[in-house]
């Protein structure tokens, strides 16, 4: 069989198993939490349902089988794409994920790719250079690295909205509503990547070919653009793409934070309500989009170093 027809069969198996994994573990731990989730469904205890309410919503739901049959059922559901209805929105999963999925990616696309883009940019200035510079850009990174997102969000938040009234503190109308999360999304990205990317040109620039390539009048900029970068890259997609397949969790701080739509918030919400079907819907989102992305890195990988094609 040839050698990326294999690999992409082998991540599409270990796909499933991802997929499977995470609906598993969500759904067992939403149901082993404390709560009846059949008063949870009507609206808390402050709606007073009758027993007799209570009873036809758990056959309803069958929230009266025991939890080993109630995943069967949803398994089985699951296996023919019905991810069920949203307990509180009272609309498909589907439709409810699909209300709010446009502003993540947006804010997926640009975090990512502006993290990526900056971090190249970063590591191709600073690496093998004076001391003192490669001393402050690691400094630096180390610092930012060590912030928790949530406090550079604020940061900005204050600087820029409250303090300089530079951009808008909240909302998604235009591009200037973008920014700041995007930046949120972007900063903690960029420490990490520029760190591995500059370690791994570092290396690459040691190397003979790169003193071959100098000794025929290369440039600086030619010798890190065109010979350099390309045999460091596979590190930086390797970790792109981990970190892409990881944006949600990021969405989530920053959605809230900016008060903007998007399916963090979404799931953010239908975690704090027990919402199973919606939380177990976007939790498979989250696993393909890991999955997904992770079969692009491969390919990419393949396709920049000939020698992954025949592993």
């Known amino acids: 069989m040839n050698p990326i027809l294999r690999r992409i069969l082998w991540r599409l ?9 995470a609906a598993s573990l969500t759904f067992v731990a939403i149901n082993l939490t ?4 059949a008063l949870t469904i009507l609206g808390g205890g402050d709606s007073l349902p009758t027993p007799e309410v209570l009873a036809r919503v758990r056959a309803e739901y069958h929230l009266d ?4 049959e109630q995943y069967i059922i949803y398994v089985g559901k699951l296996l ?5 209805e949203s307990y509180h929105l009272r609309i498909p999963v589907t439709k409810a994920i699909a209300q709010q999925i446009r502003p993540t990616i947006e804010l997926a696309v640009t975090g ?3 993290a990526v883009v900056t971090a190249i940019v970063i590591a191709v200035l600073t690496a093998r250079r004076s001391r003192w510079v490669r001393s402050a850009a690691s400094g630096s990174e180390l610092i930012v690295s060590s912030i928790p997102a949530i406090v550079i969000g604020i940061g900005l938040l204050l600087v820029f909205s409250f303090y300089f009234d530079l951009l808008p503190s909240s909302g998604q109308d235009g591009w200037k509503t973008l920014v700041l999360p995007t930046f949120m999304v972007a900063i903690p990205l960029i420490t990490n990547l520029s760190q591995v990317l500059r370690n791994e ?3 690459v620039l040691e190397q003979p070919f790169i003193t071959t390539a100098r000794a025929r009048g290369l440039s600086d900029a030619g010798v890190r653009l065109g010979h350099a970068l390309r045999h460091a890259l596979i590190p930086l997609i390797t970790l792109s793409g981990f970190i892409f397949g990881n944006l949600l969790g990021g969405a989530v701080f920053a959605e809230s934070l900016f008060a903007r739509q998007g399916v963090g918030r979404l799931m953010s919400t239908a975690a704090g309500n027990k919402d199973v079907p919606l939380v177990l819907g976007v939790t498979m989102l989250a696993a393909a989009t890991y999955v997904v992305v992770h079969l692009v890195v491969d390919l990419l990988n393949a396709f920049i170093d000939p020698r992954v094609k025949t592993t």
């Open 112 to 114: 990512g790719s502006f």
């Open 201 to 203: 040109l570092e290396e």
């Open 65 to 68: 089988r025991p939890i080993p």
């Open 34 to 37: 404390s709560g009846d989730l």
């Open 13 to 21: 198996v270990a796909g499933i198993g991802v997929l499977w994994a």
């Open 80 to 84: 023919r794409g019905d991810f069920g």
